[in-house]
């Protein structure tokens, strides 16, 4: 990663809850941090802010992961992609079962994560700063590398060939 963030790309899902969310995260990146290209995967209809660059669901989002330098989401199954990926990440939960993902990356070190569904927006700004750290960030994507290596159905089926055995 870069010593600096100069590309975030942020998403959630396009459920109306999940889009409020990525426009309230849009809104106060683009205050607190104006030097960085915001990209929004967002229904249309969701205001976000000027400068932010909207993409629709299904149009580029591996190549849009793949090139920004944070991503904060839903701790859905995108959070994963994004840790496959080696990503730092700001997670947060929109549905109950979000939270035990939330917990699973939290142990790892592998995520940052935003308490109470985004509720709590200052905390959220507070955590942008740790991104500002080059050695922070490369532990981040290291643990990331670690934590989903791309093994895990082969760690499956060798465990059920084991209690089977």
């Known amino acids: 990663p870069s010593p600096s963030i100069a590309s975030v790309l942020v998403s959630a899902g396009g459920s109306g809850e999940a889009a409020e969310a990525v426009s309230t995260i849009c809104r106060h990146l683009s205050e607190k941090k104006p030097e960085w290209e915001i990209h929004a995967v967002l229904p249309d209809g969701h205001r976000i802010p000027a400068g932010v660059i909207r993409h629709s669901f299904g149009t580029g989002f591996p190549e849009l992961l793949a090139q920004c330098e944070l991503f ?39 995520i940052l994560k935003v308490l109470d569904r985004i509720a709590d927006i200052e905390q959220f700004i507070s955590m942008l700063a740790w991104f500002e750290s080059p050695d922070k960030v490369s532990s981040m994507v290291r643990t990331n590398r670690q934590t989903i290596d791309g093994y895990g159905l082969k760690r499956v089926c060798n465990r059920l060939a084991d209690f089977f055995a």
Do not use: C, W
């Open 72 to 110: 904060i989401t839903a701790a859905g199954l995108s959070m994963y992609e994004a840790m496959y990926l080696g990503k730092p990440l700001i997670a947060f939960a929109l549905v109950d079962h979000q939270h035990r993902n939330i917990n699973h990356a939290l142990a790892s070190g592998s």
